[in-house]
């Protein structure tokens, strides 16, 4: 069965703080890794990853994936309040397989 | 805004009713998908269209659950006699052909009492 894992559930940091992320998996016919943001709505996306040791970045937030030990990592630096959001993982083999994701609170 | 809409954004209902939604997708994107949110959890995956045809359907998919498409355009989800546990957020997603990126709506939130 298709397994994806996120830690922390929940993590509470101060603003100037760097967070890691991280997301493992287990699926069948892996095609690509996705990473998501949600606030008290729809998730937004972040980044899609497909090929191992690509870092993709965007501004303060980055990710990288390593599809031989099956995981991917989101690096998030100097975080501020605004940040403060469930962070998703999620694998297609053909839709998204999500994982439960990880409760970030940014403290002023 | 040409992004992916739902309707309608809340629904309260009693059990036993029926209830209909409806996504409408960006337009030109020809994979649409829906998908079920409750509190704590990330969204699970319920059915998938390409174009008009649906190709997966998950096992959380009771028989009390279907979706169209009839148009490859919209898409409607009906839950018939709706139970307490039926009771979450209901999204929808799509996406451009060959892409893997999935733009999700705001969501219609169902509460069954």
């Known amino acids: 069965e298709d397994k994806v894992v996120q830690s922390p559930l929940s993590l509470v940091v101060h603003e100037g703080d760097t967070v890691t992320l991280n997301c493992s998996y287990e699926?069948?016919?892996?095609?690509?890794l996705l990473w998501y943001k949600q606030e008290k709505k729809a998730p937004t996306f972040l980044f899609m990853l497909?090929?191992?040791?690509i870092e993709k970045k965007s501004g303060r937030l980055s990710s990288i994936l390593d599809k031989k030990e099956l995981f991917s990592i989101l690096n998030i630096t100097a975080t501020q309040t605004g940040d403060s959001a469930v962070y998703l993982c999620a694998v297609v083999p053909y839709a998204l397989n999500f994982g439960k994701g990880t409760s970030l609170l940014v403290t002023p | 805004d040409t992004g992916v809409s739902q309707d309608p954004r809340h629904k309260i209902t009693k059990r036993g009713q029926n209830v209909t939604f409806r996504c409408d997708p960006i337009s030109e994107h020809n994979r649409l998908y829906w998908y079920r949110q409750t509190l704590g959890q990330g969204p699970e995956f319920l059915t998938y269209f390409q174009n008009e045809a649906q190709l997966e359907k998950s096992r959380l998919l009771s028989d009390r659950f279907s979706a169209e498409r009839p148009k490859g355009s919209f898409s409607t989800l009906e839950i018939q006699r709706t139970e307490q546990g039926d009771s979450a957020m209901y999204l929808c997603?799509?996406?451009?052909?060959?892409?893997?990126?999935?733009?999700f709506g705001p969501g219609t939130r169902l509460t069954v009492l």
């Open positions: 497909t090929s191992s040791g």
């Open positions: 699926v069948t016919n892996f095609r690509s």
């Open positions: 997603a799509s996406s451009p052909r060959q892409a893997h990126t999935q733009y």
